[in-house]
């Protein structure tokens, strides 16, 4: 763990918190300091998208960028749900569109345009395929379509189907409470701005966020 931070330059910043566990999930809470002048998680704010594949930004930060993270998603009602290919920065005091998103239903449409919209990112499978630099980059609305139906087709409790819709796991009627049950053994720690998530001992990803109000937000 010390060498993997000292790889990415955070030894000196972050320390290791007490370590959390609920089944066959394990996270380490990672604290420490800010890592630097970055706009809060509420100047961030989704905006819109102005075609399939694109999603829009603004910072009301005047004097701090501001960080979209990687694989966020936007899901609403009549319109077709988005999630960022990647990470993305927006500067202060501005807006940015970025047009290498993804689609995650493959038959609905409609664009968002001020509406109300639920934000969560990406499960873990699809986060993983998005790490190839080809797909991430790749500016087609559909990109991930394929990757949704296989991760569907391997859930048990998801019905059957052809169509790529991440919605459909997301909409499953315990989804909501089971899943505030489970985050609920992961409350964050003081001071901690990111983990290192482990699965049946298995680390399957590391997360830090620019401070500790970010990691609280997200």
């Known amino acids: 763990m010390a060498s993997l931070l000292e790889t990415l330059g955070f030894v000196k910043r972050i320390g290791v918190g007490e370590v959390q566990s609920d089944e066959e999930m394990t996270v380490i809470p990672l604290v420490g300091d800010s890592l630097g002048e970055v706009a809060s998680p509420e100047a961030l704010q989704f905006r819109r998208t102005t075609t399939y594949g694109s999603m829009q930004y603004d910072n009301t930060d005047?004097?701090?960028p501001a960080?979209?993270?990687?694989?966020m998603m936007v899901?609403?009602?009549s319109a077709q749900d988005h999630a960022m290919s990647g990470s993305g920065v927006v500067l202060a005091a501005s807006e940015r569109l970025f047009e290498n998103a993804c689609c995650i239903e493959s038959s609905q449409g409609g664009y968002f345009s001020g509406q109300k919209v639920d934000e969560d990112v990406l499960p873990v499978g699809l986060r993983k395929a998005?790490?190839?630099p080809s797909l991430r980059r790749q500016n087609s609305y559909d990109k991930l379509w394929g990757r949704?139906?296989?991760?569907?087709s391997g859930l048990?409790?998801?019905?059957p189907s052809d169509r790529a819709h991440l919605r459909d796991f997301f909409d499953q009627p315990d989804y909501k409470e089971a899943l505030e049950d489970f985050a609920a053994a992961f409350e964050p720690v003081e001071g901690q701005i990111g983990a290192l998530i482990l699965f049946n001992g298995v680390p399957i990803g590391l997360e830090i966020m620019p401070s500790a109000?970010?990691?609280a937000a997200y």
């Open 148 to 152: 949704i139906r296989t991760w569907l």
């Open 213 to 215: 109000e970010h990691w």
């Open 75 to 77: 899901r609403g009602k």
């Open 156 to 159: 048990r409790k998801v019905r």
């Open 130 to 132: 998005l790490l190839d």
């Open 67 to 71: 960080i979209v993270p990687a694989n």
């Open 62 to 64: 005047q004097y701090n």
